[in-house]
């Protein structure tokens, strides 16, 4: 079968300081996998990754898989912040992802072996009190098991504050 394929799916997010709800601008968003692919805010925090495809041939076979996107954020004025996009593989459509990413001014120093444990924890509270209830179990930040950590101990405080928080919000 000759069909097109999308290697990058299109991204519309939005920096979002996270005390205040205001845009960030001049944000960097860039993928940790292929640093290439970068955008950066604009005045009213948003940032758009085009999409990428190609025309080709596929051996029609059953079976598809969920490939996960880790998207670096970065500004001067703020800690380093995270998000992750997921696209259905193989990709024969386009499949926008819209994440906000909010970041934030005072974070815990990361340990090199974990470094988005500290921001994970501020961002799991925050979704806590920026998130639609009716949506959370859908709309919830993405659990630790996606980011790097190579701290045993530390990857399960993030785990455990992870679980509890999105407890919380659904009951």
């Known amino acids: ?19 205040t709800g205001e845009p960030v601008n001049g944000a960097r968003i860039v993928n940790s996998a ?5 955008a950066e805010s604009d005045g009213n925090g948003e940032f758009f990754i085009e999409a990428e495809s190609k025309i080709r041939f596929h051996l029609l076979m059953f079976g598809s898989f969920i490939d996960r996107q880790v998207w670096q954020v970065s ?37 090199d072996s974990c470094p988005f444990g500290p921001y994970l924890l501020r961002l799991y509270d925050w979704a806590l009190h920026h998130r639609d209830p009716r949506l959370v179990a859908y709309d919830f930040p993405p659990a630790p098991s996606y980011f790097p950590c190579e701290d045993e101990g530390y990857r399960g405080e993030l785990s455990e504050a992870y679980y509890h928080r999105l407890w919380e919000a659904v009951y």
């Open 75 to 111: 500004h001067d004025a703020y800690a380093n912040g995270v998000t992750l996009t997921s696209t259905h593989r193989p990709a024969f459509t386009e499949q926008l992802s819209e994440p906000v990413v909010p970041l934030f001014k005072n974070v815990d120093q990361a340990p």
């Open 1 to 19: 079968m000759i069909t097109r394929e999308w290697d990058v799916q299109p991204v519309l997010g939005q920096v979002v300081d996270g005390e």
């Open 34 to 38: 292929n640093p290439q692919l970068s």
